[in-house]
């Protein structure tokens, strides 16, 4: 059981980056999938979550910026990223809440610098 994350990297602000978080060992598709960003080890929060195709939540600082997604039949969730800011800069983790308990990947760095 394993998610792995790519996609992170260095971008311009105003740039756009698409983050992919690969699940193994298990099947994403009935389950709620969320996006964390972590600026130190005391710090991950929640940026967005998708329960259905129909049930998504952002918070409010990159809503309209960026979109949650999933393909179920490449077993993969993604986080669109645009207009990035700055602050939007961190470590960019995955989650997949399965009925007994979370599994998390490993986090993507993700840099908004000019």
């Known amino acids: 059981v394993q998610l792995v994350e790519s996609g992170g990297g260095l971008v311009q602000p105003g740039g756009s980056l698409r983050l992919s978080c690969s699940a193994s060992?298990?099947?994403?598709?009935?389950?709620?999938v969320s996006w964390f960003r972590q600026t130190s080890w005391l710090v991950r929060d929640l940026v967005a979550r998708e329960r259905s195709s129909d049930s998504t939540y952002y918070v409010e600082s990159v809503k309209g910026r960026f979109t949650i997604s999933r393909d179920n039949a490449k077993n993969t969730v993604y986080l669109q990223m645009n207009s990035l800011k700055p602050e939007d800069t961190a470590e960019y983790v995955c989650r997949v809440s399965l009925l007994d308990g979370d599994v998390w990947g490993q986090g993507t760095q993700v840099t908004v610098s000019s």
């Open positions: 060992g298990f099947s994403i598709s009935p389950y709620p």
